[in-house]
């Protein structure tokens, strides 16, 4: 543990920040889940659609300190790629 005042505070800031950090995580998670199940389910399109944007949104707002860019855009790629299948699907 810190002696330092301010190494103190810096470390109560720090785990304040990973708790937010790994409560954004987990939602995004649960957004991405109901997504997927949706998608098995046979859901109408438009709730996978409107799904898929609340994930969307979600993931890219996590681009900024939570998760890499890349990886946020990979995940966002794997996901429209899967909805664009279903979608394909559902017009057959």
Known sequence: MANIKSAKKQARRAEKHRMINMDRKSSIKTTVRKLLT????????????NMFRAAEAGISRAKRKIMHPNTAARKVSRLAKKVAEYAKSQKV
């Open 38 to 49: 949706a998608i098995e389910q046979g859901q109408a399109m438009e709730d996978v659609q």
